[in-house]
């Protein structure tokens, strides 16, 4: 298999969600990632949306890196159609080595580790321990109660908008994407994707 041309690193759930919307996305992500000949790396399961996620992107050609902590192995269900699974012993070194392998983030509809992972991720940017773009992907509003807070951190004086600013939002999986894999490769001018029918 050839070089991936870019690498994503996807947060979602590992449950596929009550709406129907959001199991749509992460295969629209993931068939988005495979087509343009793209590295999906994730939390390693093969349940609820991160197993979509992966599916789609195996399925249109695209390489899958999945990283899961031992004790997760089971609950997650480890995927093993992965081109490369890693079973490491902590969350942290699942966070490190995902950050690790990826040009940019992404943040599908997920629960407390989604959050969690987006926000360190985020927090790191911001420190300046990495310049990779993040993207949060707002299906069907799912994320419209957290931006609304956010605002208000920022309204109160306990955030800046450059913070918020680094951290781009949208609700169409193709484009956010393609504008994170060309901030994630400014020298190379505009990547040259192909359009996905």
Request: charged letters at 15%; glycine letters at 12%.
């Amino acid at each position: 298999m050839a070089e991936p041309a870019f690498s994503v690193c996807v947060y979602c759930g590992s449950r596929p969600g009550s709406n129907p919307a959001y199991a749509q996305a992460a295969e629209a992500v993931g068939r988005w990632i495979g087509s343009q000949g793209g590295q999906l790396v994730y939390g390693g399961g093969r349940s609820g949306l991160m197993g979509t996620v992966a599916e789609a992107t195996r399925v249109a050609g695209g390489r899958v890196v999945g990283v899961i902590p031992q004790a997760l192995v089971d609950k997650e269900l480890a995927n093993q159609a992965c081109d490369e699974l890693h079973v490491v012993q902590t969350m942290h070194e699942r966070k490190a080595m995902m950050a690790e392998r990826s040009d940019a983030f992404l943040a599908l509809p997920g629960g407390i580790g989604t959050f969690e992972e987006l926000f360190e991720v985020w927090t790191w940017r911001q420190l300046g321990y990495h310049g990779k773009p993040l993207g949060l992907l707002n299906v069907e509003g799912y994320y419209d109660g957290l931006l609304s807070f956010l605002h208000t951190s920022v309204q109160n004086g306990l955030m800046s908008d450059w913070q918020m600013d680094l951290l781009s939002n949208g609700t169409e999986a193709a484009d956010l994407l393609k504008s994170l894999v060309n901030a994630a490769h400014p020298d190379q001018g505009s990547v040259a994707l192909r359009s996905v029918i």
